[in-house]
């Protein structure tokens, strides 16, 4: 292996040094085998690194400057909503009297913390048009497995136990086939039209009462608007079904339309996404789910109440579909989502949504010419482009997202949503300015025109990395998935 | 127009956008959304404060709480207060992990990498396993993803899960459970133990998994050895859910033949913040490798044979597979596992040791201490940093009498178990000082 590998923690430890600063023992230690049988005491130490506290923020630091963020550039990440994550979100997180609660103290003590979560309720039911909320979901996907094991509820309760099938678009994200199979439901496909927008006959032919739910995100991953909403919710529901609202997509529509008004029963919103909460590197994000009065008899308890001047936690739904969190949900992300709508306001969001929505029409005109554009109209928070013409030069479009990295970008999704040929699906949020889309305009004009001239510079891309592209082969046919001391 | 200092967009801008765009305003961008579905007006919530006044209300919402910083807590019950060295913070604050989304363009990711190949390291050291997943979004639905696996694995229905567990697992699980037609068994209970010949009754053909927890529920450290050999009998897995620091003093449960050790990192370097968000983790044998939910990043090299690391093993994930994935999980806790790490490399091999000893030696102080204050301890196990104890009324007005007094008191555990009222479940972690300890005994002991 090459010398210029970044060492791993465990290849700076050195017996004998330590990190940490531990409590003094200050009381009088009893023979530890008088409190835990010897048969039950390890008898060797698990192999953390040994390392100084320098080292630790060396490793860290070195570690933090091989990786890009929102913070380091442009992250135009189609359906991921790479907006920036506003500072003062990590200061109010990190409040003792938010960071430092125990979920089992009594309500009386946490009185601040219910507060919280009842007006992030409100307002986010406020913002779906949604009866009630629950702030439970870890995640979106957990959200989406939250909100259909609702339907399933709603439909058992009615004795509709044939309905076992949930209908998802073929540009769907994948967590909504996977969480419609752990939910206990058949996954079926819809297909896009020409138009990309869900084909209406198609899901007139395919509900039926068997039709447990339609999950639907709006705009769709291809950042088109499902202008026929009415008539599909007039669909499922005259099928019986329900119609769920993946919200992924929700930076496109606050204050300009919500999924309540558009017939829809069942929502989840990615904080993580809309509401700047951050991604981590992949988590932890935070998926609260809001339905219609018909649904809320399942929801999971507890839900936060307010009476009077005090806020209680109600664990009193009997027909609940049960917990589906311990504790009550991701509270520190929603912290972070309730400061940034307290930021913002009802006109400061919807603003958030129309400058996403011309940002990505701006980008997508001034790209067109470029690249092939299989959607005419008007996009919403993001658009797609197709590398068919540059594959046809003999470049990809995995080679074009590479090349972006030499620019200093991350790239667009790629290869999203399936739907389309080498897919770029590009979404650069509100908080970029013009300046910052003109450039990523030009890089990839250029890549374009490398494609054209140099093509090598963009099929051996990236050039300006600290790695080259690594063999995914290898790692999956023989995996190395963990740190193993050479012997 | 309104300035929001989030937003770049000027009003210059926004003309030249909609020139280049090719229509005269905004509201031209939107005419595809029916205008039935247009929502009309503003929003019905709270105006926009400045950051100033914003600063004033979230400390005003904060300081209606009463925290474990300010008042000595004796509170865990699945969720603890512990040391969390500086550092862990500061590098955290490192906006390049906090801002970055899941790593699949790898050649701009690798600190996250391998950060998390990294945590899935320790992970395996901790529990005594072959391999480890990225993170999970705590212990509960850990454990209930563990229990959903072994059915797909074994082909067979039926989970067996020890009231011991922690009782919302066990609710998380039968939720789950619910979705999959899964039947959900409890097995007994008996003196703070799981029921071992309950066990070997249930036990059958259809059973998928066994399920336990080390140390379980009531801090009590279950016989794993025994209960492997019942879980063992047939082809199910046998699921320990066990809490990562208790693994610095007590054998990790690779060592006793488990197939799957989940839990929740929280222990290392995560604040408590109301039970959310922590960071479950998920180890295996090798034999389960592929059988595993969510993202694993595992080690290569590029064209120069330089290490690098990659997500790997993704035909097992939703993304790629779709319906026929081994589970939906997307979002993760990647931030939590890296601060959890980062934890762990400060604390360090020898200082887990201590740190866990500490946990075991200051329990035992405090049981110690209220036994002289003529409190019924009615824990008669061996146990690692919780314990349970008799009180003469109810827990919950001995833990208002305690509040007054400045102490947050231990679990209810009326609150789960019917038959365990004033019962109290007290944790005492390395952090509860002598005099904290010496503190709550005396109060308690003067409460009749």
């Known amino acids: 292996m090459s010398e210029n590998n970044q060492a791993l923690i465990f290849e700076l430890s050195k017996e004998g040094r330590i990190g940490h600063s531990l409590p003094e023992m200050d009381i009088e230690e009893m023979d530890i085998n008088d409190l835990i049988p010897t048969q039950f005491q390890r008898k060797e130490n698990p192999e953390l690194p040994e390392v100084s506290e320098l080292q630790i923020v060396r490793h860290y630091t070195a570690l933090s400057r091989r990786n890009h963020g929102v913070d380091s550039g442009f992250y135009p990440l189609g359906s991921c909503t790479m907006k920036y994550n506003p500072k003062i979100n990590e200061d109010v997180a990190r409040y003792p009297g938010f960071a430092h609660l125990h979920p089992y103290q009594d309500e009386t003590t946490i009185q601040g913390a219910l507060e919280l979560m009842y007006k992030l309720q409100r307002s986010l039911e406020e913002i779906t048009g949604m009866d009630q909320v629950t702030l439970q979901p870890a995640a979106g996907a957990h959200g989406e497995w939250t909100g259909l094991m609702l339907i399933r509820a709603y439909h058992e309760a009615n004795g509709d136990h044939q309905r076992t099938k949930v209908i998802v678009p073929d540009s769907a994200h994948g967590t909504n086939p996977a969480s419609a199979v752990v939910a206990g439901f058949e996954s079926v496909t819809v297909k896009s039209n020409e138009q990309g927008l869900v084909d209406l006959d198609h899901l007139r032919e395919l509900v039926g009462n068997d039709t447990a739910a339609l999950m639907l995100t709006n705009p769709n991953t291809l950042g088109l608007f499902e202008e026929q909403i009415v008539e599909m919710a007039e669909i499922i529901h005259e099928a019986g079904g329900k119609l769920y609202y993946d919200g992924a997509n929700s930076n496109a529509i606050l204050g300009i339309t919500r999924p309540g008004d558009m017939g829809f029963d069942v929502v989840h919103l990615n904080l993580h996404k809309t509401f700047t909460t951050p991604h981590g590197g992949g988590g932890p994000g935070s998926g609260p789910v809001g339905v219609k009065q018909d649904l809320v008899p399942y929801l999971p308890a507890p839900l936060v109440q307010k009476d009077g001047d005090t806020y209680r936690l109600d664990y009193d739904i009997p027909e609940s579909i049960g917990r589906v969190k311990p504790y009550y949900g991701n509270f520190g992300i929603n912290v972070r989502a309730y400061t940034y709508i307290r930021t913002m306001g009802p006109v400061g969001l919807r603003m958030v949504s129309q400058f996403a929505v011309l940002n990505a029409n701006y980008m997508l005109r001034r790209l067109e010419p470029y690249f092939d554009a299989p959607y005419k109209q008007h996009c919403k928070h993001e658009f797609v482009l197709s590398g068919k013409r540059q594959k046809k030069l003999g470049v990809r479009t995995l080679d074009m997202a590479k090349r972006l990295l030499d620019f200093g970008y991350h790239p667009p999704t790629i290869y999203f949503p399936i739907n389309v040929e080498e897919c770029m699906m590009i979404e650069p949020t509100e908080t970029e300015s013009k300046e910052t889309l003109d450039e990523f305009c030009d890089a990839m004009i250029q890549i374009a025109k490398e494609v054209e001239e140099t093509p090598e510079v963009v099929q051996e891309a990236p050039h300006n990395t600290v790695i080259d592209r690594l063999d995914e082969t290898t790692a999956a046919r023989k995996p190395v998935l963990r740190y193993q001391k050479e012997s | ?448």
């Open chain 2, 1 to 448: 127009m309104e300035k929001f200092r989030y937003l770049p967009m000027t009003e210059k801008d926004q003309q030249d956008m909609l020139e280049q765009i090719g229509v005269d305003q905004l509201e031209d961008l939107f005419q595809d959304i029916p205008k039935d579905v247009r929502f009309q007006g503003d929003l019905n919530i709270e105006e926009a404060l400045d950051e100033t006044k914003l600063v004033k209300e979230m400390t005003r919402l904060a300081n209606k709480n009463r925290n474990v910083k300010d008042y000595p807590s004796f509170l865990g019950a699945g969720v603890y207060e512990h040391y969390i060295p500086s550092v862990v913070n500061h590098m955290l604050l490192r906006s390049e992990f906090f801002t970055a989304y899941t790593p699949y363009q790898p050649e701009i990711s690798q600190g996250e990498l391998q950060g998390i190949f990294e945590f899935q390291t320790m992970i395996c050291e901790l529990t005594g396993m072959d391999l480890a997943n990225s993170s999970m979004y705590d212990g509960p639905t850990a454990l209930a993803e563990a229990a959903m696996m072994s059915a797909g694995q074994t082909k067979k229905k039926t989970i067996l899960v020890s009231k011991t567990v922690h009782p919302e697992a066990r609710q998380v699980l039968k939720s789950s459970a619910k979705g999959q037609n899964l039947t959900v068994v409890e097995i007994d209970e008996k003196d703070g133990m799981t029921d071992l010949s309950h066990l070997e009754t249930e036990y059958n053909d259809d059973t998928a998994s066994v399920i336990v927890q080390y140390p379980n529920f009531f801090g009590h450290i279950e016989d794993l050895e025994a209960i492997e050999k019942i879980a063992h009998q047939g082809k199910s897995l046998f699921v320990v859910s066990s809490n990562p620091l208790s693994l610095g003093v007590l054998q990790p449960p690779g060592v006793y033949g488990a197939d799957v050790v989940v839990g929740d990192a929280q222990p290392f370097g995560i604040p408590t913040q109301l039970g959310g968000p922590h960071c479950g983790y998920f180890a295996v044998t090798k034999k389960l490798m592929r059988k595993v939910p969510g993202r694993l990043v595992g080690q290569t090299t590029d064209d120069h044979g330089q290490r690098g690391f990659v997500l790997t093993l993704q035909a097992r994930e939703q993304h790629i597979r779709r319906d026929k994935a081994t589970s939906n999980i997307c979002s993760n806790q990647a931030l939590n596992a890296l601060g959890a790490s980062i934890a762990m490399s400060s604390i360090g091999k020898q200082g887990l040791k201590e740190m866990a000893t500490q946990n075991v030696q200051k329990s035992h102080y405090a049981k110690k201490q209220l036994e002289q204050q003529g409190i019924e301890v009615v824990s008669k196990q061996p146990f690692f940093n919780e314990f349970v104890i008799r009180l003469p009324k109810s827990v919950k007005e001995v833990n208002k009498e305690l509040l007054e007094q400045g102490i947050i008191g231990g679990l209810d555990l009326a609150r789960f178990y019917d038959d365990k009222q004033h019962l109290m479940l007290v944790a005492v972690t390395e952090l509860r000082t002598k005099e904290e300890i010496d503190q709550f005994a005396l109060v308690l002991g003067g409460i009749k």
